[in-house]
């Protein structure tokens, strides 16, 4: 059996989509996997915020294309790409195991957002992070870094920013080394990540029975339940990158627990919320965290930040 795997062309998405092409030959007797690179809008942009340039799902939006027009059999995303709401006729047949979910800190001097010294600048054009960040260390200033993840670590080093944010998974599947810097993970309970961080997904058409049927076999059920949770959490909230919206959860158990985080950009105010409960009622649980931002406080939050961008 031979599928078409759709992946974007960065070298973290082609490490990715490797590994998961590894994954399911291993566990598929048989199968062979051929990798179809695909150009996505996203990728294009690297000039401005992506919010200001239509959001997140310009790194899926030419995969689903692909998909539906039948020139792929499924894609490889991280998830936390793949926005709340997806297209019709298109559903996430798989995610696998989770990686680490954490965001982590990398500066020159060390210490955390707290110690550093004032006037600070951090580079990120992620709100989630502007905002979680400033609440930490009002201080701080923020400046656009976009760009590989070699620029980015580059422009730190040059100095052109004291400090910056990565996922933590990207860096673990490219192995790449962060030395001469200083680097610090984040307590995803206490500088919450954006939902889905660390896990990947493949999608598939709805229609494509065969495809699912090779797809379930690396799901693994604790991390579909936990990014389950963070997306309902995410998507009750708008789900949109305009957002500085935040959702982890974890899974113990026969227990899901969802934190989850809306703010202003400058910090100023934070709504958190958090619940648990049996991991088969995981969007459930996530819906009504997500509600209780709502009702928090979260809503005149959004409309505030959705003013901004008008």
Do not use: W
Request: charged share 25%; aromatic share 2%.
């Amino acid at each position: 059996m031979k599928l078409r795997v759709g992946t974007r062309r960065s070298k973290l998405a082609l490490a990715q989509c490797g590994q998961i092409c590894r994954t399911l030959e291993q566990a598929v007797d048989g199968l062979e996997c051929e990798l179809v690179e695909v150009l996505t809008t996203g990728d294009q942009v690297a000039d401005r915020p992506l919010r200001e340039a239509g959001g997140k799902g310009l790194f899926v939006k030419e995969l689903d294309d692909a998909l539906l027009a039948g020139d792929v059999d499924f894609a490889v995303h991280s998830l936390k790409d793949v926005p709340t709401q997806l297209p019709e006729g298109i559903r996430i047949g798989c995610v696998p195991e989770r990686a680490d979910p954490r965001d982590v800190l990398l500066s020159m001097s060390g210490g955390t957002l707290a110690q550093m010294r004032e006037d600070a600048v951090i580079g990120t054009t992620s709100l989630r992070r502007e905002a979680q960040a400033k609440a930490l260390n009002p201080s701080l200033q923020v400046q656009m870094l976009r760009g590989n993840i070699d620029t980015r670590l580059a422009r730190l080093i040059k100095g052109d920013f004291d400090a910056t944010f990565l996922a933590a998974a990207g860096l673990e599947r490219l192995g790449i080394s962060t030395a001469p810097l200083v680097r610090l993970e984040l307590d995803p309970f206490e500088f919450i990540p954006s939902p889905g961080q660390g896990a990947l997904c493949m999608t598939t058409r709805d229609d494509a029975a065969d495809v699912l049927s090779v797809l379930v076999r690396v799901d693994d059920h604790a991390s579909r339940a936990a990014v389950t949770a963070e997306r309902a959490a995410a998507r009750m909230l708008g789900g949109s990158c305009h957002l500085p919206v935040g959702a982890y959860a974890e899974c113990h158990s026969d227990e899901v627990v969802v934190v989850a985080l809306v703010a202003s950009p400058d910090g100023t105010r934070c709504v958190r919320r958090h619940a648990r409960g049996p991991i088969d009622a995981a969007e459930t649980i996530g819906e009504k965290v997500g509600r209780e931002l709502l009702a928090g406080g979260g809503k005149e939050i959004i409309a505030d930040v959705e003013e901004a961008a008008r």
